[in-house]
């Protein structure tokens, strides 16, 4: 039995523990980042398992700014580091680029388009350049395609004047 003026604790866990979820969910929403002191959205920072919160404690955006900077700092280094690890796995790399290439062909198919309609002046403006500079390796590189393609020619030449006749007739 309870006696009156006893006080029942009770209530001041429910309270304590409505205080703490509170402070739970601020913390989940919004971290500060160590860096810039910065409070941020929590999605603003990258996943980490081994804090507490499951976030690093500098933002993104600091980390790219980091990123940026340590390559300008020692790009030289690291640019010899990248090419012997890519002469050390040349193999591994090149089975991994032809598997990725077949996966996401729709997709580079689409990239690539968007690049080159981005670029097409540039890269006419430097085709055009390449060809003046090498005329005459361009007419015999054109003139051996046309000797290895006569055929192909051929088919292509009666294809085109079977569509014309037919077009010039009307009844294409």
Do not use: P
Request: proline fraction near 0%; charge should be positive; hydrophobic fraction near 25%.
């Amino acid at each position: 039995m309870k006696k009156e003026f006893e006080f029942d604790t009770r209530y001041s866990d429910v309270e304590k523990d409505l205080q703490d979820r509170e402070n739970r969910i601020k913390t989940i929403c919004f971290k500060t980042c160590s860096k810039c002191g910065e409070t941020k959205l929590i999605f603003k920072f990258s996943l980490d398992k081994r804090n507490l919160d499951g976030r690093t404690n500098i933002c993104k955006a600091c980390r790219s700014l980091e990123s940026l900077n340590y390559y300008y700092h020692n790009q030289v280094k690291m640019l010899i580091k990248n090419r012997e690890y890519l002469k050390a796995n040349k193999e591994n790399r090149s089975i991994y680029s032809k598997i990725y290439r077949d996966r996401n062909k729709e997709r580079l198919k689409g990239l690539a388009k968007k690049w080159y309609k981005k670029n097409k002046k540039r890269i006419k403006k430097r085709n055009l350049q390449y060809y003046q500079e090498n005329k005459e390796a361009c007419q015999v590189r054109r003139e051996l395609w046309i000797i290895k393609n006569k055929e192909r020619i051929r088919e292509y030449n009666r294809e085109y004047k079977r569509k014309h006749k037919l077009a010039s007739q009307g009844i294409a």
